[in-house]
Structures are given as structure tokens and as C-alpha cells.
């Protein structure tokens, strides 16, 4: 399982991405720096983390960075 918090510091250490938990439920087009390539870029990393891959559908979906997190420790 992935918490809030870790997966803050994943963002800051594996995208450079600096973003408090209020950013967490902000919508991806709203935050700072945020564009698609992150998304794959985290998409890689958090299947890499939890060892199978995620729901595409659902990922392209999702509006929020909690969305996304919540999507990689479904069944975890």
C-alpha cells in the first residue's frame, strides 16, 4: 500500500514534482507543471512499485492525483 504521504515524496523523488497533500484532490489540469507526459512517466513508476499493471481505462479517467493513487493500491 501506497499512503498519502509516500506518495507525495514519489512524485517529489521520481517526477520532481513538488505538491503538497491539498494537491492530491486538486484536478490534474490545475496543478502546476502537471501535463501527460507525467502521467506516463508515473504510470511506469507505480507499476514498477506495485508489480502489476494498472487499469488504462480507469488511469486516462482519473481527474486527481488521489484518483491515480488509489487506483495503485486497489487489491494491493
Known amino acids: 500500500m501506497i499512503t498519502q504521504a509516500e506518495f507525495?515524496?514519489?512524485l517529489d523523488d521520481e517526477?520532481?514534482?513538488d505538491y503538497a497533500p491539498a494537491d492530491l484532490d486538486r484536478d490534474v489540469d490545475e496543478l502546476p507543471g502537471?501535463?501527460?507526459v507525467y502521467l506516463w512517466r508515473l504510470l511506469t513508476v507505480l507499476e514498477t512499485r506495485t508489480g502489476?499493471?494498472?487499469p488504462f481505462d480507469e488511469l486516462l479517467t482519473t481527474r486527481t492525483l488521489e484518483g491515480l493513487r488509489r487506483l495503485a493500491v486497489a487489491d494491493a
Open 8 to 10: 507525495l515524496v514519489l
Open 15 to 17: 517526477l520532481g514534482l
Open 34 to 36: 502537471w501535463d501527460s
Open 52 to 54: 502489476r499493471p494498472l
